[in-house]
């Protein structure tokens, strides 16, 4: 038998933020298109801060190349800053790409959300965001019930609007007294759900994505939005 060939590795860039989005997309966009027979090779070692977006970004395209049937294995190179590393680990990252086995249970934190993976709409897990939420700033009497509506939009827009086949990811976290969230698919994403509507086929996307922000516009059949529901829907994204 011959030697194994070498995994093949996708270094990330120190930041890996939605404010620096490029590099992380770059290394998963040449991840997610590469068909190979070898392991690969996910080096972590330079990273120094995941925000909420970086974090669910990360575990959705590690999900997806872990579905596909050409890749026999995934390694992790874990971050060197320790504090870094056990951030991914508490918040369920190397369970969620099946390497949970490998390190030591999750450590309790009322300063963020637990990495987690939505197939179907579910309820419990929206309660324990709003939970979350209101741990860290009270809300103001009769508005819970408003960001619960809000929410549960949030959540059922990726299965309205995405035809994405593995669901969708969600993480949160405190963070210098700023709270971030993040709800994540990989799905075709607004622009392609909304030219199945005849007066919007010919439109660009950007164009689309406006569009969808105004009150009214969908590809649903019922096209009944809460405004309340969708304004708060968009300055939650």
Request: hydrophobic share 35%; charged share 20%; aromatic share 8%.
């Amino acid at each position: 038998m011959g030697t194994p060939p070498e995994p093949h590795q996708y270094s990330f860039y120190r930041l890996s933020t939605i404010g620096w989005a490029n590099p992380l997309l770059r290394q998963t966009l040449a991840l997610l298109g590469k068909d190979t027979s070898q392991a690969v090779l996910i080096d972590l070692s330079s990273v120094v801060f995941f925000d909420s977006f970086g974090l669910t970004y990360l575990a959705a395209c590690l999900d997806r190349c872990l579905a596909r049937p050409d890749t026999p294995k995934v390694l992790i190179r874990p971050p060197k800053r320790s504090n870094v590393n056990q951030h991914l680990q508490n918040t369920g990252f190397y369970e969620a790409i099946g390497l949970g086995d490998q390190f030591q249970a999750r450590e309790p934190n009322k300063d963020r959300v637990d990495l987690v993976h939505i197939k179907t709409l579910e309820p419990l897990f929206i309660d324990g965001l709003l939970d979350f939420l209101e741990g860290v700033q009270p809300f103001a009497p009769g508005l819970k019930p408003s960001m619960r509506m809000a929410l549960l939009e949030l959540v059922q827009n990726f299965a309205d609007h995405s035809s994405s086949v593995s669901g969708a990811w969600a993480s949160g976290h405190k963070y210098q007294g700023r709270i971030t969230l993040c709800l994540l698919d990989l799905g075709q994403g607004i622009p392609s759900s909304l030219r199945g509507v005849q007066k919007y086929q010919r439109m660009r996307d950007p164009t689309l994505i406006h569009l969808s922000t105004e009150d009214g516009v969908s590809a649903r059949s019922d096209q009944s939005w809460s405004r309340t529901a969708h304004d708060s829907k968009i300055r939650s994204c």
